[in-house]
C-alpha cells in the first residue's frame, strides 16, 4: 500500500520509560494474568473498554512482557488538525479509525510482527451492560442512543488476513513467484521468504478483559482542581474526573487477564474453509479482500461474501462472550449481585450479618468452579473470613459506598435497599449514581456466579443461619494452597529449590463414621506439616473419632512463608482448627507435638468451655541448644541489615539436619526461632490458668528439648487433672517414629475422655 507508515520505535520506546517511572506514582497496581504462548501467538488483542486509560495501558503491558509493538485505532477526531498529540499518536502506532485502508494497513502491521488492539465495544460501557435478559450481547451506543451489536472489525481483520495468508501459500503453490515478490513489496515485507514464513503462521485472536477493583464515587484532587480552573464542567467530565481518577490516583486493582488464544483457521466449518479458498484463489492483489466493489462483481463472490458475513458474525459473538467470561470477580461483584437478587425477590431488608453470611457461602460455593477468574480476596482466606467476623473491610468499603450514593442504609445490625437503586440513570451518570448496578452488571454474563448468587438466596430461610463445617475445614486448604503460591515466586527459588520435603503437607481432617461427642485437634512440629501426625490421626481415627490435622502458618510451603509469621499467626492456626471442630462435637481434645504441643497448651489456656483436655508431647520449654539464647540478638541483626541495605540480613537462614528431611524443611529462619523464644516466654504464664486435664509425654534423653522442660510444666499446671509419661531413647520425634508407644499413651488418654463425655470407642 502507497500511504502505509510504521510507528516510530523511538518514540515507542521513549513513551514506555516514561511510563515507567510514572506507573510508580500510581496507586494503580498491574496484574496481567497471561501465558508468554498467548503475548508470542496473538495477533489481534481484544479489550473491554471501561476508562480512558486503558487506550494506552494494554499496548504497555504487552511491550514490557513481551517486547512486542502494537497498533490500535482512535477516533478520527484526534487527527484533524496536524498538531503535537496527533503526531505522537502516529508515532506510537494509533491509526485514525477513518483511515481509507485501515484493514490492509493493521493486516500489514500484523504481517511485519506488530501486534493489534482493538476495542470491540468501540466505546466505553460505562454501565457495564452487554447482555439483555435473553442472554444476548450488546451495548449501549451514545450517539444512537439506543442499543447496538458489537463492531465486527476484528473479526472482519481476521477473517481477511487470513484470506490473505490463504493466498500467498496458493501462489507458492502455483509457482507464481513474481506474484510473490510484487506482493512481498506491497506488503513491506522485503522478501518472499518473509512473506512466506508469516503465511505458515495462523491468525490468533486473543480476547481479553480489565476490571477495576473497587469503584469509588467520592471526590478527588482532579475533580476538585478541574472544577476550580474550569467553571461550569459538563456532568459527563465531572463524572469520569471522579471515576477514573479514583482509579488510578487511590489504591486501585487492575486485573488484565488474556483469554485463550483463538486460531482463527483452527475454528471454521468445512463450508467456511471451502469460502476462503476460493476467495484465496481468486486474490489478484491483497488489498482486494477489504475492497467491497471486489464482491460485488460476480455472483460467486458475492454468495461466498454472504457465506463469510455470517461467520464473521459468529467469530464476533464467539470472541465477546470470551472477553466477558474474563471478568476478575470480586466481593463487590457479590454483594452487589446478592442485593438485586434479593429486591428481585421483593425483600427491602437484611440482617446485616445474615448479608455478610451468604456472601461467604456464595464465596465457598463459586471458589472450585476452576473456569471463574477470582480476585485475590476471594481465595484468601485471611480477608474474605473477616465476613464471618463482622468486620471485614471490603465489603464495609462497598457498603460505605454505597451509603454515599443513597443506595443503602446502613447500620450496625441491618442493610436496608433504598428506592434509588431500581431508578434509570443516565448512561455517563451510573458510575456515579448507582456503582451497584455496574457491579452486578459486569458480572452478569457469568452464569455460574450469578446461579451461585441465586441458589444461596433460594435456600436462605430467617431459620437457615447455619454455616456447613466442611467450609470451614476448606478454607483451611485454600489458605495453604494461597500461601504456598506466594512464596514460590522467582525470589524464593535459591531456598525453596534446596527443600526435600515430598509428604502431603495439607491440613488433613478424618470424619468419624457416627456421631462422636469428641474430637481431636492435632498440632505438628516446628519446621514440620501435618503429614509428621498423620500415623497418630489415624490411629486415633480408628477409635471412631474425627480428627483434624491442622498446619502452622508458614509450614509445610516454604521456608521463606515461616519467616513471615508470628507466633500469634501459629496460635490462630490452632484456633481455626478448634473452630472447625468445634462445629462438629460438643468437646475438643488439643494434641500437639513439639511446638505443636507448646501451642496446644496456649490454646487450652483460654477460656473455652468445650476443651475436653490438652496433651502436649516434647513440648519445649528449654533446648538442648544452648546457641538459642543468642537468637534474638541475631534477628535484631537481621533486622538493622535489611533496613539499611538491599540484604535480606546477616543469616536469614540457618541450614538443619532434621529427622525426617521428607517432611521437615532443611532451612530454618532466624525469625521463626525467635518467635519460638516468644511463644515460650508467653506459654509459661498461660499454662498456670489451664483448667482441663492434662496430659505430658517427654523422651527421656531427648537431643532438641530439654527434658526438664516436662517437668517445667508439670510444676506449672494448676489443673487437677494432670499426668506425666517418659519415654525411654534419644529421638525428639517420637510421634512420627511412635516411638515407645507413644501414640498408644495419647490413644489412650483419647479414649479415656471419650468415655468421660459418653462416647463409645
Given at each position: 500500500m502507497d500511504d502505509y507508515f510504521d510507528l516510530n520505535q523511538q518514540s515507542y520506546d521513549w513513551c514506555v520509560r516514561i511510563f515507567d517511572r510514572v506507573k510508580n506514582l500510581l496507586k494503580v497496581r498491574f496484574r496481567l494474568h497471561h501465558e508468554q504462548s498467548q503475548l508470542e501467538n496473538g495477533d489481534i488483542f481484544l479489550f473491554n473498554h471501561f476508562a480512558r486509560a486503558e487506550t494506552f495501558i494494554p499496548q504497555y503491558l504487552i511491550y514490557h512482557h513481551h517486547g512486542g509493538?502494537?497498533?490500535?485505532?482512535?477516533?478520527?477526531?484526534?487527527?484533524?488538525?496536524?498538531?503535537?498529540?496527533?503526531?505522537?499518536?502516529?508515532?506510537?502506532?494509533?491509526?485514525?479509525?477513518?483511515?481509507?485502508?485501515?484493514?490492509?494497513l493493521l493486516a500489514t502491521d500484523i504481517l511485519r510482527g506488530r501486534k493489534i488492539v482493538i476495542f470491540p465495544e468501540g466505546g466505553?460501557?460505562?454501565?457495564?451492560?452487554?447482555?439483555?435478559?435473553?442472554?444476548?450481547?450488546?451495548?449501549?451506543?451514545?450517539?444512537?442512543?439506543?442499543?447496538?451489536?458489537?463492531?465486527?472489525?476484528?473479526?472482519?481483520?481476521?477473517?481477511?488476513?487470513?484470506?490473505?495468508?490463504?493466498?500467498?501459500?496458493?501462489?507458492?503453490?502455483?509457482?507464481?513467484?513474481?506474484?510473490?515478490?510484487?506482493?512481498?513489496?506491497?506488503?513491506?515485507?522485503?522478501?518472499?521468504?518473509?512473506?512466506?514464513?508469516?503465511?505458515?503462521?495462523?491468525?490468533?485472536?486473543v480476547p481479553a478483559n480489565i476490571t477495576f477493583y473497587p469503584?469509588?464515587?467520592?471526590?478527588?484532587?482532579?475533580?476538585?482542581?478541574?472544577?476550580?480552573?474550569?467553571?461550569?464542567?459538563?456532568?459527563?467530565?465531572?463524572?469520569?474526573?471522579?471515576?477514573?481518577?479514583?482509579?488510578?490516583?487511590?489504591?486501585?486493582?487492575?486485573?488484565?487477564?488474556?483469554?485463550?488464544?483463538?486460531?482463527?483457521?483452527?475454528?471454521?466449518?468445512?463450508?467456511?474453509?471451502?469460502?476462503?479458498?476460493?476467495?484465496?484463489?481468486?486474490?489478484?492483489?491483497?488489498?482486494?479482500?477489504?475492497?467491497?466493489?471486489?464482491?460485488?462483481?460476480?455472483?460467486?463472490?458475492?454468495?461466498?461474501?454472504?457465506?463469510?458475513?455470517?461467520?464473521?458474525?459468529?467469530?464476533?459473538?464467539?470472541?465477546?462472550?470470551d472477553i466477558y467470561q474474563e471478568v476478575t470477580v470480586n466481593l463487590s461483584h457479590l454483594a452487589a449481585r446478592l442485593i438485586a437478587t434479593l429486591m428481585t425477590n421483593d425483600v427491602e431488608s437484611i440482617s446485616r450479618a445474615k448479608f455478610q453470611t451468604m456472601v461467604y457461602k456464595t464465596i465457598k460455593s463459586i471458589q472450585p468452579n476452576k473456569s471463574i477468574h477470582l480476585h485475590r480476596s476471594l481465595i484468601n482466606p485471611g480477608i474474605y473470613r473477616q465476613l464471618l467476623k463482622q468486620e471485614s473491610v471490603e465489603l464495609d468499603r462497598f457498603l460505605r459506598s454505597a451509603t454515599k450514593a443513597e443506595l443503602l442504609e446502613v447500620s450496625d445490625d441491618f442493610i436496608r435497599f433504598l428506592p434509588k437503586l431500581i431508578s434509570e440513570h443516565e448512561?455517563?451518570?451510573?458510575?456515579?449514581?448507582?456503582?451497584?448496578?455496574?457491579?452486578?452488571?459486569?458480572?452478569?454474563?457469568?452464569?455460574?456466579?450469578?446461579?451461585?448468587?441465586?441458589?444461596?438466596?433460594?435456600?436462605?430461610?430467617?431459620?437457615?443461619?447455619?454455616?456447613?463445617?466442611?467450609?470451614?475445614?476448606?478454607?483451611?486448604?485454600?489458605?495453604?494452597?494461597?500461601?504456598?503460591?506466594?512464596?514460590?515466586?522467582?525470589?524464593?527459588?535459591?531456598?525453596?529449590?534446596?527443600?526435600?520435603?515430598?509428604?502431603?503437607?495439607?491440613?488433613?481432617?478424618?470424619?468419624?463414621?457416627?456421631?462422636?461427642?469428641?474430637?481431636?485437634?492435632?498440632?505438628?512440629?516446628?519446621?514440620?506439616?501435618?503429614?509428621?501426625?498423620?500415623?497418630?490421626?489415624?490411629?486415633?481415627?480408628?477409635?471412631?473419632?474425627?480428627?483434624?490435622?491442622?498446619?502452622?502458618?508458614?509450614?509445610?510451603?516454604?521456608?521463606?512463608?515461616l519467616r513471615e509469621r508470628s507466633w500469634e499467626q501459629w496460635l490462630e492456626s490452632v484456633e481455626r482448627g478448634y473452630e472447625v471442630l468445634s462445629s462438629m462435637a460438643e468437646k475438643v481434645l488439643l494434641v500437639g507435638f513439639s511446638t505443636g504441643g507448646v501451642l496446644s497448651l496456649v490454646s487450652a489456656s483460654a477460656d473455652k468451655p468445650n476443651i475436653a483436655g490438652v496433651c502436649a508431647i516434647c513440648a519445649p520449654i528449654k533446648f538442648q541448644n544452648k546457641n538459642m539464647r543468642f537468637v534474638p540478638l541475631m534477628y535484631g541483626a537481621n533486622k538493622i541489615v535489611k533496613w539499611l541495605s538491599k540484604y535480606e540480613g546477616v543469616m536469614p537462614f540457618r541450614p538443619t539436619e532434621p529427622e525426617n528431611p521428607h517432611i521437615n524443611y532443611r532451612h530454618m529462619p532466624i525469625r521463626g526461632l525467635y518467635e519460638l523464644t516468644r511463644l515460650v516466654s508467653h506459654a509459661k504464664t498461660a499454662i498456670p490458668k489451664i483448667k482441663c486435664p492434662v496430659s505430658i509425654i517427654q523422651a527421656e534423653q531427648d537431643r532438641v528439648v530439654e527434658p526438664t522442660s516436662a517437668n517445667i510444666i508439670y510444676k506449672l499446671l494448676t489443673a487437677r487433672k494432670k499426668n506425666l509419661h517418659w519415654i525411654p531413647g534419644s529421638r525428639h520425634g517420637i510421634v512420627y517414629g511412635d516411638v515407645g508407644e507413644t501414640n498408644n499413651l495419647v490413644c489412650e488418654f483419647v479414649r479415656q475422655l471419650a468415655h468421660d463425655s459418653g462416647t463409645e470407642t
Open positions: 509493538y502494537c497498533r490500535s485505532v482512535a477516533s478520527s477526531a484526534f487527527f484533524k488538525d496536524d498538531t503535537r498529540l496527533s503526531r505522537l499518536l502516529l508515532d506510537l502506532g494509533v491509526v485514525p479509525n477513518n483511515h481509507p485502508q485501515l484493514m490492509l466505553m460501557v460505562k454501565d457495564r451492560q452487554v447482555i439483555d435478559d435473553k442472554g444476548r450481547y450488546s451495548v449501549y451506543s451514545r450517539s444512537a442512543e439506543q442499543r447496538r451489536a458489537h463492531h465486527t472489525g476484528a473479526a472482519r481483520l481476521a477473517t481477511g488476513l487470513q484470506i490473505i495468508k490463504s493466498a500467498i501459500l496458493h501462489q507458492h503453490v502455483k509457482g507464481n513467484r513474481r506474484i510473490l515478490e510484487k506482493w512481498a513489496t506491497s506488503l513491506h515485507l522485503g522478501s518472499v521468504q518473509a512473506l512466506l514464513e508469516q503465511a505458515e503462521k495462523p491468525v490468533g485472536i469503584l469509588r464515587i467520592n471526590d478527588n484532587f482532579l475533580s476538585r482542581s478541574a472544577e476550580r480552573i474550569y467553571k461550569n464542567l459538563s456532568a459527563r467530565a465531572v463524572e469520569e474526573l471522579v471515576i477514573e481518577g479514583n482509579l488510578f490516583f487511590k489504591e486501585t486493582d487492575m486485573d488484565i487477564r488474556l483469554g485463550e488464544t483463538i486460531l482463527l483457521a483452527d475454528t471454521w466449518e468445512w463450508w467456511e474453509r471451502f469460502c476462503v479458498n476460493r476467495l484465496a484463489s481468486r486474490l489478484e492483489n491483497p488489498d482486494q479482500i477489504f475492497d467491497i466493489n471486489f464482491f460485488r462483481k460476480t455472483f460467486i463472490r458475492k454468495t461466498l461474501a454472504q457465506g463469510l458475513r455470517k461467520s464473521i458474525a459468529n467469530l464476533r459473538d464467539d470472541y465477546m462472550e448512561f455517563d451518570q451510573v458510575r456515579l449514581e448507582n456503582p451497584i448496578e455496574v457491579y452486578s452488571n459486569e458480572i452478569a454474563p457469568i452464569f455460574p456466579v450469578c446461579r451461585a448468587v441465586d441458589e444461596i438466596v433460594e435456600a436462605e430461610t430467617p431459620e437457615c443461619d447455619q454455616l456447613d463445617p466442611a467450609h470451614h475445614f476448606d478454607d483451611l486448604k485454600v489458605q495453604f494452597h494461597w500461601d504456598k503460591e506466594i512464596f514460590n515466586q522467582a525470589k524464593h527459588a535459591e531456598i525453596n529449590t534446596l527443600q526435600t520435603a515430598t509428604e502431603n503437607s495439607s491440613p488433613f481432617l478424618l470424619t468419624a463414621n457416627k456421631d462422636s461427642k469428641i474430637a481431636v485437634l492435632l498440632t505438628h512440629g516446628f519446621l514440620a506439616s501435618p503429614a509428621e501426625i498423620r500415623p497418630l490421626a489415624e490411629k486415633i481415627h480408628a477409635l471412631n473419632i474425627t480428627v483434624l490435622g491442622t498446619r502452622i502458618r508458614g509450614h509445610g510451603t516454604s521456608p521463606w512463608d
